[in-house]
């Protein structure tokens, strides 16, 4: 093994104590992104108006924030945004399609399940994931009317709102020669299957232990709809905004189904070049200040709700191209506040022992991840100090690619590392800066010592910006 | 309550008629506020009523509902009046929408005449 791969091998080791973390916090959204969203939202309305009455009243007037944000969004900021949602859809199959090529009865089931909401599918190289619930099967279901009958908040419901279900498939197993990665789902191409249990969730936004913060947020959004209600008032009035509302909807009534979607675009496109009258542009200045300060407030509730507690236990069941299949159960803990605390203790076990192994178990481990975030976002960044720690104890020797065992592997590997991210204001690069220092790696007892520098850079936000 | 030109974000109803704004459900999964003739506030699962006032300098008046979503869901907002007419107007979080308003608008019409749909 070369010393770059026993680096490699050290440094995938860490992966675990980084991805010990149950769940990342999610992404502020913003105005241009929620303008996206809001012309999607429009968009698939009108699509099921056509469809289930045979004609659609097309873009209304009282759909105040679609026409706040677009006339207050910068267009630039809507390119980048539907750049980056052009990526997402396309890797989550939003459109309707997986992004492989797909054969077969199993392979169509699943997407449907995936169109319908009923499971997520990511897709990093050949490997498909699908995850799932059985609390967003019970969702699929009811959105499309199989469930007569389903109540929010039922306890019982509640329950299984604590289990979750993921698959993986490797695509790139069982091609022939020049054949295309192509999602089959049948068993060679399973590459793992994980459960979870969340025994501890304070993540959730809707404990009642977040209520007076609902409850302050409540005061900031009310701004927000009585400063909608003016707008609506003036917008009423304003005869330049009913003139290209009607002139918006002559285009999308023409529009077949599919471009519904882009022929609103298109008309919000032209709606800040409008001469709009003195009071409407009062108002929308207004509700757009509420606007902002609305969701500026909802990202400071759920930042709060991101450092709850959180304690979870997983079993996965890995069956590698090569190698033995094994069984690995974890259980994760994280909590935050000042700090991010992360932890997590684990054990894999061989589903069937390799030739010369006489014990089931394959190792047992134990991480612990600190996070400090350091700085000022609104001024020089927020930098992230990292401290974490892995201890792995090898029960007994591990088998080789080859699937001999390699004697002397058996016994302990420490692993430390201290890092430093560092991000760069005003653009989407971070500068990474580590200090790895490991006892060994699994199939090499050498102690390695690594400084690492690096730069993590969004190319997409960038080459976004410079789309014509 | 009438809705005017297939449009339930669009309605008219007679001065003093009793109108209801509701959103079934939906106040375990989101944020919920009001703005009617009859005041503001935050919405409850029992809804809010009010009165159609008279009509002042204009004869319309609005009504608005903002539901910010604190998880993944649907706001369904609807206005009813004691007949059983229901205008309602629907968004949820799947097309990644995490607040939403939108505003009733209520043209005040005479008392009398039938509730329903105009097409």
Same mark, same amino acid.
């Given at each position: 093994m070369t010393p770059r791969r026993v680096v490699a091998a050290a440094l995938a080791a860490l992966s675990w104590v980084s991805v010990a973390a149950a769940q990342a916090p999610t992404p502020s959204p913003d105005p241009a992104n929620q303008l996206d969203a809001g012309i999607r939202q429009a968009a698939g309305r009108i699509q099921t108006e056509r469809a289930t009455k045979g004609q659609s009243s097309g873009l209304l007037l009282g759909e105040v924030q679609l026409l706040i944000l677009g006339l207050t969004v910068p267009t630039e900021d809507r390119l980048l945004a539907r750049a980056e949602e052009g990526r997402t859809d396309k890797q989550l199959g939003a +459109? /309707? @399609?997986?992004s492989l090529v797909t054969k077969g009865g199993i392979p169509r089931v699943l997407a449907l399940a995936v169109e319908n909401g009923a499971l997520d599918q990511t897709q990093s190289g050949t490997t498909v994931t699908l995850r799932g619930s059985p609390m967003g099967l019970v969702h699929a279901l009811a959105n499309r009317g199989y469930l007569a009958m389903y109540v929010e908040g039922d306890p019982a419901l509640n329950v299984l709102q604590r289990f979750s279900f993921g698959v993986s498939f490797d695509? @790139? !197993? /069982?091609? #022939? #020669? /020049?054949? @295309?990665? &192509? $999602? &089959?789902? !049948?068993a060679r191409q399973l590459s793992s299957i994980t459960g979870r249990l &969340?025994? $501890? +969730?304070? !993540?959730?936004? !809707?404990? #009642?232990?977040?209520d007076d913060r609902w409850n302050n947020f409540a005061a900031v959004q009310q701004g927000m709809t009585s400063a909608a209600v003016s707008f609506a008032a003036a917008a009423r009035d304003d005869q330049a905004l009913a003139a290209w509302l009607q002139r918006a909807n002559i285009a999308i009534a023409a529009a077949p189904p599919e471009r519904v979607e882009a022929v609103i675009r298109t008309q919000l496109a032209g709606l800040p070049s409008i001469a709009v009258s003195g009071a409407t542009l009062a108002a929308v200045a207004t509700a757009r200040a509420r606007y902002d300060e609305l969701l500026e407030a909802r990202a400071t509730v759920l930042a709060e709700v991101d450092r709850g507690a959180q304690l979870v236990f997983d079993y996965t069941n890995d069956r590698p191209l090569d190698g033995n299949d094994t069984s690995n159960v974890r259980l994760v803990g994280s909590i935050g506040g000042m700090v991010n605390l992360t932890g997590n203790v684990s054990a894999t076990f061989y589903n069937s022992k390799p030739s010369g192994v006489t014990k089931p178990a394959r190792d047992i481990s134990a991480a612990l991840q600190l996070d400090l975030p350091l700085g000022r976002p609104e001024s020089v960044g927020r930098f992230v100090l990292s401290v974490s720690a892995k201890f792995e104890s090898l029960l007994s020797d591990v088998p080789g690619p080859a699937g001999f065992l390699l004697s002397g592997t058996k016994g302990s590997i420490g692993v430390g590392q201290v890092k430093l991210t560092i991000p760069i204001k005003d653009s989407a690069a971070k500068v990474p800066l580590s200090f790895t220092v490991a006892s060994r790696s699994e199939l090499v007892k050498e102690r390695i010592v690594r400084a690492n520098v690096g730069v993590t850079y969004d190319l997409d936000a960038v080459f976004a910006r410079f789309k014509p | 309550m009438r809705i005017r030109n =297939? =449009?339930?974000?669009d309605l008219e109803a007679p001065q003093g008629e009793l109108l209801t704004v509701i959103v079934p459900g939906g106040a375990s999964n989101a944020v919920i506020t009001f703005d009617t003739p009859g005041g503001t506030g935050t919405l409850t699962a029992s809804g809010h009523q009010f009165a159609v006032p008279p *009509?002042?300098?204009? *004869?319309v008046c609005f009504v608005g509902v903002t539901c910010t979503f604190k998880a993944s869901g649907t706001c369904d907002v609807r206005i009813a009046d004691q007949a059983g007419n229901v205008a309602q107007h629907t968004f949820s979080t799947a097309f990644g929408l995490v607040s939403n308003t939108v505003v009733f608008s209520i043209d005040i019409v005479p008392a009398g005449g039938a509730g329903g749909r105009q097409i």
């Open positions: +459109d /309707g @399609s997986t695509t @790139s !197993r /069982g091609l #022939a #020669a /020049g054949e @295309s990665p &192509t $999602l &089959t789902a !049948r &969340t025994l $501890l +969730d304070h !993540r959730e936004p !809707r404990r #009642a232990q977040y | =297939n =449009n339930d974000l *009509p002042g300098a204009k *004869p």
